[in-house]
């Protein structure tokens, strides 16, 4: 069985930092690109960060680049997302997916149940 768990979401103040976790099993974890995403009430989900399991490239979005900071951890088969600065806007529930294939350009296979993060100001 596939999953994917998140686990580190949690409140804090603006200026304050983050680590999010994604604890994945049930799948060949260097087979897939892992991203995450997060969902703000009333918005849509959006990407926010991607590795690469082929040769560990990394995207962000234009909105959390220079603070977010995504990293992979193969022996352990989890992804983190250390969030720094985080603004009220970065308020959301947070997920991890396991893409289609090693590269960031791929569909999403499987999600991960989501961690909800509060920024406040």
């Known amino acids: 069985e596939v999953q994917l768990v998140e686990s580190g979401g949690g409140l804090v103040q603006a200026g304050g930092s983050l680590r999010l976790s994604c604890a994945a099993s049930?799948?060949?974890?260097?087979?897939?690109?892992i991203g995450w995403f997060r969902q703000a009430p009333g918005k849509e989900r959006e990407g926010v960060s991607c590795i690469s399991s082929s040769d560990g490239s990394t995207y962000y979005a234009d909105s959390v680049k220079g603070r977010f900071t995504i990293s992979s951890d193969n022996a352990k088969n989890t992804v983190y997302l250390q969030m720094n600065s985080l603004k009220p806007e970065d308020t959301a529930v947070y997920y991890c997916?396991?893409?289609?294939?090693?590269?960031?350009?791929?569909?999403?296979?499987?999600w991960g149940q989501g961690t909800q993060v509060t920024v406040s100001s």
């Open positions: 049930g799948f060949t974890f260097d087979d897939y690109a």
């Open positions: 997916a396991a893409l289609g294939s090693s590269s960031c350009s791929d569909k999403v296979d499987y």
